[in-house]
């Protein structure tokens, strides 16, 4: 199993703090990269919807969204710190392949669903600054593309510090916001009392528990956790536990604050005054100006609303990342992943604007909420049995009664969703001039999804979860291979990456060799802390590998052939060809997976950029 988020793993060391604020500041990050998708576009838009049709009465929403947040971000984080895995990477180690493609093609479906409010929510706040038309602002937002590349180049403290500050900049301008309103607060306090004025007051509450409880956020907060290197001893798992969930506390408690003062702006200005339709963001910034009597108000406004979007579109394409190669174990270059995932946002929102015209977009981030609200379930619950599991996590699964919160939260998610689902569906069939479509259509497909969630709920209770399985050779090293053929090479080096390209590596390198030859067995660790401390790298994926080429080295060794081996450290283009030209070689044997034309370009490929770099022949093994 590779390494979530391989490229950042481990890259901030948390030890050697000479202080305790040093060493709880060294743990501060993850969860502001994960906070920006409480407080992105999608909340502004759900926010406002409810604090200028029902005042202050949804503040109670946004307090327990905030709770049951904080909850399950700490289930997250403590998932990730004690198994080392991210949730993706834990689902596909308990359920079958077709189970886990559908909770995959869920996430996904959820991480369109956030980029498209990312998307919108900035257009929509270039569109009011700058005055550019919406669907040119739409196009710009793909300049953005690469700076997620930037930054994670840069290093996960420099992403996390760039986050910080967009954050900080939303936060003021909603107290300069909060002064400009002055809201009544004894209404405020009121507006924490749980109420639902009517019906339609549901389906905006269920947008706020989808903008605010998020499931790319529970796939995130997994993996940059373990961008911390710690002491992995039981003291030093259980203070890991105890400073990240200090981190959450604040993160999503200055989260809570943005999205109350979206609400109780829209209460103060709009609701107060009578405008209970105001549930588009145009509409928001061009009224906020008559009635509050600052030109600012708009202006700080606008520039909130751009920092949430840049800051969220980071984190969702990291998401996007940990799912995919998570489930699937799949990794692409981020540049294409970044691509793909903002052209599924941006092609939609693209049409919807082009034929239905630009004041839809509040309806479209609302329901972007909405679907989110709707995948919450297929990754809440895996999560709760995993932080259950007292085997996966080594005696540091959750107590008895966080079981019973967890799963009391979970239950009230699912059924509002369940309400909502049933709901829409029953609309649809009422005024459907065709309702057999529907019946033949939706209906099953709503059934089916009930069936899987009750699937992956009842599984786990059934079904004794697998041990961790440390060695990743897919092949278990277990080689066949011909010992015929005529010999013209005495000293072999071979590639190996313990996958089951090294199978045909090492048979050919025997049928060029013999029994006779000498072959070092080649592999790199490129892992980030690999990269930064070479061969003083001290990290799970080094420990596995080391341990791997030894087992390969033993097994054919007791084959009688004669085995040497050499572990590198950084990247395999620069560090395979430094280890070859400074050697004795003859010939570098190396397996590929034998990808062309598009996937080379997808996945990158080692053997292009090495083989200019050596001065010995280089024999490709198409597996």
């Not at 019906?199 to 998020?214: D, H, P, R």
């Not at 943005?258 to 109780?264: G, K, Q």
Request: with cysteine.
């Amino acid at each position: 199993m590779s390494k979530s988020l391989e490229e950042v793993n481990q890259s901030v060391t948390t030890q050697n703090k000479t202080t305790v604020f040093r060493k709880i500041l060294a743990f501060f990050g993850p969860a502001y990269l994960v906070s920006v998708g409480y407080m992105d576009p999608g909340n502004w838009a759900t926010d406002i919807a409810g604090g200028s049709q029902f005042g202050y009465a949804l503040l109670w929403v946004l307090l327990m969204s905030n709770l049951m947040a904080l909850l399950l971000q700490s289930l997250s984080a403590r998932l990730g710190i004690v198994t080392q895995r991210d949730l993706a990477q834990a689902s596909r180690e308990t359920y079958s392949k077709f189970i886990n493609y559908i909770l995959y093609f869920l996430a996904e479906i959820a991480i369109a669903a956030c980029d498209l409010a990312e998307v919108l929510g900035m257009a929509i706040g270039i569109n009011l600054l700058f005055g550019i038309p919406l669907v040119e602002a739409v196009l710009i937002t793909v300049l953005d593309t690469f700076l997620l590349l930037f930054l994670i180049n840069k290093g996960i403290r420099k992403m996390e510090a760039f986050i910080i500050v967009l954050v900080m900049i939303i936060g003021f301008s909603f107290i300069f916001e909060m002064i400009f309103a002055e809201p009544e607060m004894g209404k405020v306090l009121y507006g924490l009392i749980p109420s639902l004025p009517n019906e339609s007051a549901l389906y905006i509450a269920i947008g706020i528990i989808g903008a605010t409880v998020m499931p790319h956020n529970l796939y995130l907060h997994s993996s940059l956790v373990q961008t911390r290197k710690f002491d992995r001893s039981p003291a030093g798992i259980k203070q890991a536990i105890k400073y990240n969930f200090i981190d959450s506390t604040i993160a999503l408690n200055l989260a809570f604050f943005v999205n109350a003062a979206i609400l109780i702006l829209a209460a103060a200005t709009f609701y107060k005054n009578g405008m209970f339709e105001v549930a588009e963001i145009q509409d928001a910034y061009r009224f906020l100006q008559p009635i509050l009597g600052t030109k600012w108000a708009p202006i700080l406004f606008a520039v909130a609303l751009i920092a949430a979007g840049q800051s969220s579109t980071v984190t969702g394409t990291l998401a996007g990342q940990i799912v995919m190669e998570g489930y699937l174990n799949l990794r692409i270059q981020p540049w294409v992943r970044r691509i793909i995932t903002r052209l599924i946002a941006i092609v939609p929102a693209m049409i919807v604007i082009f034929i239905f015209g630009e004041s839809v977009t509040g309806k479209m981030l609302i329901l972007s909420q909405v679907i989110l609200s709707l995948q919450l379930g297929f990754a809440i619950i895996p999560l709760i049995h995993f932080v259950s599991d007292k085997r996966k996590m080594k005696g540091f699964h959750i107590s008895r009664t966080t079981q019973i919160a967890s799963w009391i939260v979970a239950l009230v998610i699912v059924s509002l969703n369940a309400k909502l689902v049933f709901s829409e569906i029953q609309g649809w069939l009422e005024t459907s001039e065709n309702p057999l479509v529907l019946w033949l259509t939706v209906v099953p497909l709503a059934i089916s999804f009930l069936i899987l969630l009750l699937y992956i709920v009842i599984k786990p209770f059934v079904t004794k979860s697998k041990p961790d399985i440390q060695n990743h050779s897919p092949h278990l090293l277990a080689l066949k291979f011909s010992s015929t053929g005529t010999y013209s090479y005495k000293n072999i080096a071979v590639s190996v990456d313990f996958s089951s390209a090294d199978e045909a590596a090492l048979n050919h390198a025997f049928e060029l060799g013999g029994m006779d030859a000498k072959y070092t067995l080649m592999h790199v660790v490129e892992t980030v802390g690999a990269m930064m401390y070479g061969n003083e790298a001290d990290d799970h994926e080094t420990s596995i590998d080391e341990t791997l080429l030894l087992e390969y080295k033993e097994m054919l060794s007791q084959k009688g052939f004669t085995i040497e081996t050499e572990l590198g450290f950084g990247n395999p283009t620069k560090i395979i060809p430094t280890i070859i030209n400074n050697g004795n070689f003859d010939i570098l044997v190396m397996g590929t997976h034998g990808h062309t034309g598009l996937k080379d370009l997808i996945f990158g490929t080692t053997v292009d950029k090495l083989r200019h770099k050596i001065s010995i022949p280089l024999f490709i093994v198409k597996n």
